[in-house]
């Protein structure tokens, strides 16, 4: 029962670096997600995806990307890590009906940009 | 966007007591789903709501679609030390994805 499986679970990175993070899901979900949380400010989304081959902007994309190979995989993509950046990020995964959708979180990934 | 305030922000409580909070928009959504976040993890969805009026319970937690259908409330009764954590309220409209509001830390004292 592994549902969405983040990794890493912390990282520190370097003004200027980049990383990405992992993200995948055993679900057979559509919909996949990524969210960052702010202390206070709760989930704003990053980028969404409605399947293979398909991604979205969220609330707040600039700064990453994203890709959807597969079914099963969404990986987000720092190119130029900024202190802003420090968060905690949340993968997503769903199943899309248009009627019934409840979102599956994994156990998020801790970035800190100094 | 669409924009939820949820409040109240944070909440200090004694254990055995009764919790409330809530979740207003100026938007009519069509689901609502309340989420609990424990420390270190990802928010895990409690209860789905879909139509307005309708009560749901999970246990000791009691939520409702407002009749509006731009708000709704999540109680927990009778509060115990494991309640500790950050409930999300999150509204759906449509076909949209969903938005979450801001969140409420929720704290038990023994």
């Known amino acids: 029962n592994a549902g969405v499986t983040q990794t890493p679970k912390f990282r520190i990175l370097k003004i200027g670096q980049s990383m990405t993070l992992q993200c995948t899901q055993d679900?057979?979900?559509?919909?996949m997600y990524w969210y960052r949380q702010d202390p206070g400010m709760g989930l704003k989304l990053i980028y969404y995806?409605?399947?293979?081959?398909?991604?979205d902007k969220g609330e707040v994309p600039n700064g990453y990307n994203v890709s959807r190979s597969t079914t099963e995989d969404f990986p987000l993509r720092l190119e130029l890590a900024a202190p802003s950046q420090t968060s905690v990020y949340f993968c997503a995964s769903s199943y899309h009906t248009g009627s019934d959708e409840k979102l599956f979180f994994g156990s998020g990934t801790q970035l800190s940009v100094l | 966007g669409q924009q939820l305030n949820q409040s109240p922000q944070s909440m200090f409580i004694q254990e055995g007591e009764d919790v409330s909070m809530n979740c207003t928009s100026s938007s009519i959504f069509n689901t609502w789903l309340w989420y609990k976040q424990d420390p270190g993890e990802g928010p895990v969805l409690l209860i789905a709501l879909y139509k307005a009026g309708e009560l749901t319970s999970n246990g000791r937690l009691t939520a409702q679609f407002g009749i509006t259908r731009k708000d709704s409330f999540l109680n927990i009764s009778a509060s115990i030390p494991s309640d500790v954590g950050i409930y999300f309220c999150?509204?759906?409209?449509?076909?949209?994805?969903?938005?979450f509001g801001r969140g409420t830390s929720l704290i038990v004292h023994p």
């Open positions: 999150a509204g759906r409209r449509g076909s949209y994805i969903p938005t």
């Open positions: 995806s409605v399947g293979a081959g398909i991604t």
């Open positions: 679900m057979n979900h559509n919909y």
